[in-house]
């Protein structure tokens, strides 16, 4: 309930049927032991990869005719220059006209053979689970990107020639970034912190606004209008808990909250709580109630009479459908309209994350998260840095510590530091849940003791893709289409999970394709709706813009937020919490 005197709520909810995370309780033996694993393994389930292995390696003795492709292929490699070998090419860093030459030539041949080689040798062995033969391919892709001879200094034509031309001074640099960084990670040197350019409130999320409302889990920001006019119905902004939500609200030059207040909307902005070991038992159910259901009702109080464009980010546009269909369910719908940020509704085919979710790597991760009630931030990090090693760690690895030149910082790369942890509870159940069994798309989620059905949603939907997606892949973001039944306008843009949403106007080699499927109109499979949609260029944020006014009924004069004496102003608390 809302204490309107104070704008807070007293935290009471629990879900009666999750189960808890009490760490006040002696230890479970089996916890202790997959702990023990967990800091030897850093944190992947050993167990679940020599099956893996294992499945693999048996089914590929038994398969003649792939041993036989195998040998053939090594053969071709060994004998000629094998110009198929492009193919297997997915390191830009080896593209340049230095390793068109003698002896860079040979290392890069070689390489890209047995990448070859390996690709073949973990796909399609005969018998050989799906999950099993993905968990092999990822491992094996890992090991190969580390053995790149772009990453080390005796096989790589830039960094020797830097080191001839510095006569060692890249190096020299080098080690100093190194140290550097390892004082600022283990040791949080106070002083390199006090380095960093970009800081929150100060030049980063900066769009000024109020917290209205606060409760044990979120921070509700209404942004000050920037127009006299406004259309009549606000929109809510909903970022997934795993990220700090100023990523919407940069830079002037980039915030997408900025743009959408500039544009005459009245925005709302959730600032989830960076979970302490308190929170430890938070479930999945009470960032739906308490979290997202008590935002709804924050808004619906300041804007009385109107209904929501609700926007989800992440997982928080998974969380903001799970909300539309739990409402639509209730009989009350307080939505207009729908937008989804490359977020997942159907989790069958949810790209790499799922190679770390089975029940064995499941259980590892209870038993790391019961030890402090959290997942660790490192540990979050670590994982979206193994789903693009070669971007985030051996491309900074060659350019900070080999050639000695530090990434420039910008505003985009401090946010990607800026980690949050996970309840253990609520991490638990949204993996099972959403992952493992896949419940909200097949109808099996429980509010209530009951199930939510997405097929509910009667409202427009907006729904965007990236194409470079290693969280949430557009073909899987794209299954929304088969789930409700409604006007849904599918847009898929270039980029990666962040930069592709971070798409301001005016940023350069921007494109996208977009088409509208009709309440009555038949279903296009990924593939033939990326052959058939045109490439446009530029943003798709106007687009965007125009289809969120298309769904207001009117424009209103413009509402104006006022201090609260008992609240911070925009950025608020919680966002600055470590």
């Known amino acids: ?98 390793w068109q030459t003698w002896p860079y030539a040979v290392y890069r041949q070689n390489y890209l053979a047995m990448r070859q080689w390996w690709q073949l040798a973990t796909r399609d062995v005969q018998g050989v689970e799906k999950h099993h033969t993905d968990m092999v391919n990822f491992s094996v892709r890992q090991w190969l990107e580390a053995l790149s001879p772009a990453n080390y200094m005796t096989t790589n034509p830039q960094v020797i020639h830097k080191t001839l031309e510095s006569a060692g001074a890249n190096l020299v640099k080098g080690v100093d970034n190194f140290i550097e960084d390892i004082q600022q990670q283990y040791f949080r040197e106070p002083e390199l912190q006090r380095q960093e350019t970009y800081r929150v409130g100060e030049n980063i999320a900066v769009t000024p606004g109020q917290v209205v409302f606060k409760n044990n889990l979120l921070e509700l920001i209404q942004y000050s209008p920037d127009t006299e006019e406004v259309c009549a119905e606000p929109v809510l902004v909903v970022p997934a808990w795993i990220m700090k939500y100023y990523i919407l609200d940069l830079s002037e030059h980039n915030s997408l909250i900025r743009y959408l207040v500039q544009q005459g909307h009245t925005v709302f902005m959730i600032s989830w709580k960076n979970p302490q070991q308190e929170d430890h038992n938070v ?111 051996w491309s900074r690895w060659v350019k900070e510590y080999l050639l000695g030149e530090r990434q420039h910082p910008n505003d985009l ?75 849904i306008t599918f847009l898929l843009t270039n980029g990666g999970h962040n930069a592709g949403i971070i798409s301001e106007p005016g940023h350069a080699h921007r494109v996208y394709q977009m088409a509208t499927r009709k309440e009555d109109g038949a279903y296009l499979p990924p593939q033939a709706w990326l052959d058939e949609v045109p490439l446009q260029e530029g943003s ?39």
Request: aromatic share 10%.
């Open 1 to 98: 309930m809302i204490n309107h005197e104070s704008n807070v709520i007293e935290y009471t909810y629990t879900d009666q049927h999750a189960v808890p995370y009490d760490v006040s309780e002696p230890l479970n033996p089996d916890y202790a032991i997959n702990q023990l694993l967990a800091q030897f393994t850093g944190g992947i389930d050993p167990v679940a990869y020599s099956l893996a292995f294992t499945d693999w390696f048996i089914h590929l003795l038994l398969s003649l005719g792939k041993q036989q492709a195998l040998l053939d292929l090594s053969l071709t490699n060994a004998s000629t220059l094998n110009k198929n070998l492009e193919k297997a090419a997915d390191d830009n860093r080896l593209s340049g006209p230095e």
């Open 283 to 393: 479930g999945l159910i009470d960032y739906l109630k308490k979290g997202l259901g008590e935002a709804i009702e924050a808004v619906q109080q300041r804007v009385p009479g109107e209904q929501i464009n609700g926007v989800g980010y992440c997982l928080g546009g998974t969380l903001l459908t799970m909300a539309a269909a739990w409402l639509a369910r209730e009989k009350r719908n307080p939505f207009c309209a729908l937008t989804l940020l490359a977020a997942q509704t159907d989790f069958s085919d949810a790209g790499d994350l799922r190679l770390f979710i089975d029940e064995s790597q499941l259980s590892m991760l209870e038993a790391v998260m019961a030890k402090n009630g959290f997942l660790p931030k490192e540990s979050m990090a670590g994982t979206f840095t193994l789903l693009r090693a070669n971007y985030l760690l």
């Open 540 to 578: 798709w944020w106007p687009v965007w813009q125009q289809w969120l006014t298309s769904q207001s009924s009117r424009k209103v004069s413009a509402r104006p937020v006022e201090a609260i004496k008992t609240l911070p102003a925009a950025p608020g608390d919680y966002v600055l919490a470590q």
């Open 413 to 487: 790369l401090t946010w990607n530091k800026d980690a949050t942890r996970m309840p253990a509870r609520m991490h638990a159940e949204y993996l099972r849940q959403c992952y493992l069994h896949n419940s909200l798309a097949s109808g099996q989620f429980m509010v209530d003791d009951r199930p939510i059905a997405l097929a509910d949603i009667q409202v427009p939907l907006f729904v965007v893709g990236t194409a470079k997606d290693h969280v949430a892949p557009w073909q899987s973001v794209y299954k929304i289409n088969l789930l409700i039944d409604k006007d």
